[in-house]
């Protein structure tokens, strides 16, 4: 039997035909990972495969059954790509592997964690056709122990066959009350011998521990509500494997490597067929080929994403009374796109529209009775149907949406008179709802099945793991502030599986919103190519360098969780990259000789032309062109002693490696300053070499600055990388010589093409070109 068959049949799949080298146990597929991928994904056998292998590997790389260990792992998905399907696959693999206990922490706010018990109970057909393999608690209670102590018994009680063993499911909001409950009810269960499965989705939310900076100021231990109930709940669990689920691990990945929210391995979720993601929006990453112009989204995407005009978002210098005009095109086109469903008889399903104006509650009621207005007074128009010259008129003001969805939905775009008949039912099949975190009183939910068609107004509670069921048309006049790359990605709802009908899809976004997306795209696909390479390489997680591309507008997440900061470096090209700090290193700096010299031995070198009347100390030898890739091997096995650089020179690796993903053709060139002559420079007392670089020639007159030679900084080549090699005689303040012939680089990107970073060093982890200091 093929893996396939076993999946789409309720047999248990062969470990052995699905096994991953780096997994530390081999799970068994079982019936109720093969029920639940024939009731999520029937008829799709690849894709029932590629759920399957991906489940078995991230529970594989935990802590096997029986075990007494904890583990953390963390799971990546994109935005709105499945990552609840995974988890609800990997909750049954381990219940097909006699896992007793199940915790999933799901959403810090009543929606979101109502949304998850609700799927958590679908996929895992719980309580239908009289199964009871599941036992789902919602935020259970210490007096729900009594009853799970039963459960978990019937796991210890050899009479009770496995089919009639119920696996406890504890769906937990992300709230400190709920876990304080949580820890409370553990305490009164024996846990000897339970397996347990810990799944945190959104785990970059609330999870992590807010007081870290605070306590390193203040030198003192200090642990936020949440992050400490949770701490208490896995210490009460002898056996577990703790599962971290989100889209945006930035902070994950930088918290420290110490802290037991740390994950040890990594698995990045591959979205399916039909996803649209930020590629998809917001255009591949930049191209950043030799002498090549960037090029940012092809033509396609700005059919889809449009810039909201300024007059148009409400401000203190902007007071808007009605609905601004670039929100009436999108209720336009969400309408046209509602009407053109049921022209086609296929109204199947749910659309959505939804509007997240800001943070702010006032704003949102704001919106809602502009939408609620200007909504209501078509309905009425379109009621008094279409042979009624208000409605036709009415009709005609929606045929630039009709001609912008036909665009580029194409042929299967009904006519526009077909679409126009059936503006009436659009509207009376459409509800409006504003939804937002209440304090007080039951959350909004929403019932999606009770209708077609919804228009959905709100903000924070729709920014984070939310779904908007058939999202067509997004309209966001909100900008960066304060430019957090996770939260801002977390508000891509209109990401998801829309290739089925993508063509009817709009996003309205301010313009500095829509420019931090499009850079989001390159710093997301660069973070996830890295993460692909540790799980591959079989890497941990902790000894990864913490390396990003982000540009300079965004941030990579809030800084209240993080023990140790970043670093950036700029893309400007204008800067070389200077170690200029002699420590006084024990060998003299004969390992950096050593490497220098053997490294130049396998160079070819011309003299640099210039004009002639510079002097010898200004005339250079240059290479031919290297490879990139040969190139950085030296540069990272360069050492160096000083602290205070070690960081930045771990940055331009981590820009150097990027360029090579990008290009692995790239090239480089290598200068030998003065021809290797040696030149004498002067030492701080910090050790710091005082003056690197040589100026210009001649200095005087002003009006021949340069004219001789340009100047050290002067020297490279456009289109590649140059290293500088200057082989310098160090002295003193008293001019004595303190070491002779050392080695020192200077190394400059190439425009266009280096890309801004964010690096963190923590300690214990290990750095590209730190000398040990014994």
């Known amino acids: 039997m093929t893996p396939e068959q076993s999946i789409t049949s309720v047999t248990p799949i062969a470990s052995t035909e699905l096994a991953f080298e780096d997994m530390r146990w081999a799970p068994q597929p079982g019936p109720e990972l093969a029920a639940l991928l024939a009731h999520k994904l029937d008829g799709k056998p690849d894709a029932q495969l590629h759920v399957a292998t991906s489940s078995l590997a991230i529970l594989g790389r935990g802590v096997p059954p029986g075990v007494n260990e904890a583990d953390t792992g963390l799971v990546i998905g994109y935005v709105q790509s499945g990552k609840t399907l995974s988890f609800t696959a990997v909750m049954a693999l381990a219940r097909d592997n006699g896992f007793q206990l199940i915790i999933v922490i799901a959403g810090s706010s009543a929606q979101l964690s109502d949304q998850s018990h609700k799927r958590i109970r679908d996929d895992l057909r719980a309580h239908t056709d009289g199964r009871r393999v599941w036992a789902i608690y919602p935020n259970p209670k210490p007096t729900d122990a009594a009853g799970i102590e039963g459960l978990l018994d019937q796991w210890r009680d050899p009479h009770v066959p496995l089919e009639q063993r119920q696996t406890v499911v504890a769906t937990v909001m992300k709230q400190h009350t709920h876990l304080r409950n949580l820890a409370k009810m553990l305490k009164a269960l024996d846990l000897s011998g339970i397996s347990a499965l810990i799944i945190d989705d959104e785990a970059d939310q609330a999870s992590l521990n807010t007081q870290v900076q605070q306590a390193v100021q203040l030198r003192q231990v200090r642990e936020s509500t949440t992050y400490r109930r949770l701490m208490e709940m896995r210490r009460l669990l002898p056996s577990?494997?703790?599962?971290?689920?989100?889209?945006?691990?930035?902070?994950?990945?930088?918290?420290?490597?110490?802290?037991?929210?740390?994950?040890?391995?990594?698995?990045?979720?591959?979205?399916?067929?039909?996803?649209?993601?930020?590629?998809?929006?917001?255009?591949?990453?930049?191209?950043?080929?030799?002498?090549?112009?960037p090029v940012m989204r092809p033509d396609q995407h700005t059919r889809i994403v449009r810039i909201i005009p300024n007059a148009d978002i409400p401000s203190v210098n902007n007071q808007l009374i009605a609905a601004p005009d670039s929100l009436q095109s999108a209720l336009r086109l969400f309408m046209v796109g509602v009407a053109a469903a049921f022209a086609k008889n296929e109204a199947i399903g749910n659309r959505s529209m939804l509007v997240h104006p800001s943070v702010r509650t006032a704003d949102h009621y704001t919106y809602f009775n502009w939408i609620n207005d200007l909504f209501h007074s078509w309905q009425a128009a379109f009621r008094r149907g279409m042979d009624d010259p208000a409605a036709q008129a009415l009709a005609a003001t929606f045929r630039p949406a009709y001609d912008d969805l036909a665009a580029s939905v194409g042929p299967a775009m009904p006519s526009f008179e077909d679409m126009a008949s059936r503006l009436r039912t659009a509207f009376n099949s459409t509800e409006?709802?504003?939804?937002?975190?209440?304090?007080?009183?039951?959350?909004?939910?929403?019932?999606?099945?009770?209708?077609?068609?919804?228009?959905?107004?709100?903000?924070?509670?729709?920014?984070?793991?939310?779904?908007?069921?058939?999202?067509?048309?997004?309209?966001?006049?909100?900008?960066?502030?304060?430019?957090?790359?996770?939260?801002?990605?977390?508000?891509?709802?209109?990401?998801?599986?829309?290739?089925?009908?993508?063509?009817y899809c709009r996003v309205f976004l301010e313009r500095d919103a829509r420019q931090g997306f499009e850079d989001y795209v390159e710093h997301e696909e660069f973070m996830r190519r890295d993460m692909i390479a540790v799980r591959d390489n079989r890497q941990p997680l902790q000894t990864w360098p913490r390396r990003f591309v982000l540009d300079p507008a965004l941030r990579l997440c809030r800084d209240n969780v993080l023990r140790d900061g970043y670093s950036r470096a700029a893309a400007s090209t204008d800067d070389w990259f200077t170690p200029q700090a002699f420590m006084g290193a024990p060998d003299g700096g004969q390992m950096n000789q050593g490497l220098i010299g053997t490294f130049l031995a396998t160079c070819s070198f011309n003299p640099d032309i210039g004009n002639t009347a510079r002097t010898d100390t200004q005339k250079h030898l240059v290479s031919d062109p290297l490879p990139l890739r040969e190139v950085a091997k030296m540069l990272a096995d360069y050492r160096i002693r000083d602290p205070n650089e070690v960081e930045k020179w771990t940055t331009l690796l981590a820009i150097l490696g990027n360029l090579l993903d990008e290009d692995d053709a790239m090239q480089a060139v290598v200068y030998q300053m003065s021809s290797g002559r040696v030149r004498r420079r002067a030492l701080y007392s910090t050790g710091r070499v005082k003056q690197l670089f040589m100026g210009e020639a001649p200095v005087e007159p002003v009006a021949l600055r340069g004219s001789v030679y340009p100047g050290d900084r002067a020297i490279f080549q456009e289109g590649m990388v140059t290293i500088q090699i200057h082989t310098l005689d160090l002295t003193n303040d008293a001019s004595n010589t303190v070491a002779s012939g050392i080695p020192f680089l200077a190394v400059r990107l190439p425009a266009d093409q280096a890309r801004p970073m964010a690096i963190q060093v923590q300690p214990g982890q290990p750095t590209f070109g730190a000398e040990d200091p014994d």
């Open 240 to 293: 577990h494997t703790y599962l971290q689920y989100t889209a945006t691990p930035q902070a994950p990945l930088l918290i420290s490597i110490i802290d037991s929210l740390s994950a040890r391995w990594v698995e990045v979720l591959q979205p399916g067929d039909g996803y649209t993601g930020g590629v998809t929006f917001f255009g591949p990453p930049r191209d950043r080929r030799p002498n090549q112009p």
């Open 432 to 503: 409006l709802k504003e939804v937002n975190r209440r304090q007080n009183g039951p959350p909004v939910i929403i019932e999606w099945r009770q209708r077609y068609a919804w228009i959905v107004v709100g903000g924070q509670a729709m920014d984070r793991g939310f779904t908007v069921e058939g999202l067509t048309i997004t309209y966001m006049p909100r900008g960066l502030g304060g430019g957090q790359a996770d939260t801002m990605q977390q508000r891509a709802r209109f990401f998801g599986y829309k290739a089925g009908y993508l063509g």
